[in-house]
């Protein structure tokens, strides 16, 4: 038993890493397209697609375990709807005044294997940021940005682990 305990302490202190990055990845892709998000939530911020498509784009690059590439030349490819977006309160000051909103994202994901054509997975995402309405109208973007850097990992992480 002694042994055991001194063993998993030096295992823990030698800096042995193990990832499951990449265990969920079919042969033969090792590259990926995102293709541009279909916005129909009716949302109306016309630039929600384009964000969330640049963000996981940028997310799939700095991971590096598919390479990025266009629909002609890749293995598979990420195709993703935005279905809804939608706002409530989170926090209520005692004049009855939202002092905290909560925006919530929810799309739906599709990974394609562009080679066969077959579909890896389908799954559908929510996530939400938080924002204080005192700050100006503007600000509804800091939660939307915070739900888009969610959904973004979110996504990431279904894409290269096997989770």
Not at 19 to 27: N, Q
Not at 61 to 84: E, K, P, Y
Not at 131 to 140: A, C, K, L, M
Request: glycine share 6%.
């Amino acid at each position: 038993m002694k042994h055991r305990l001194i063993f998993a302490v030096l295992l823990v202190f030698s800096g042995c890493t193990y990832s499951f990055r990449g265990a969920s990845l079919p042969p033969g892709v090792n590259s990926v397209a995102v293709q541009e998000f279909d916005d129909r939530s009716g949302f109306g911020d016309p630039n929600l697609r384009i964000d969330l498509t640049n963000l996981l784009t940028q997310k799939l690059i700095s991971d590096n375990t598919l390479r990025v590439t266009n629909m002609s030349t890749a293995d598979a490819a990420v195709i993703g709807v935005v279905n809804s977006v939608s706002s409530q309160p989170t926090a209520i000051q005692g004049t009855e005044q939202v002092s905290r909103w909560r925006i919530t994202i929810n799309v739906s994901v599709k990974f394609q294997n562009l080679k066969t054509q077959k579909v890896i997975w389908t799954k559908d995402f929510s996530d939400w940021g938080e924002y204080d309405p005192s700050q100006g109208p503007s600000n509804r973007d800091v939660g939307l940005k915070q739900a888009e850097d969610k959904l973004s990992e979110d996504i990431l992480l279904a894409l290269v682990t096997n989770w």
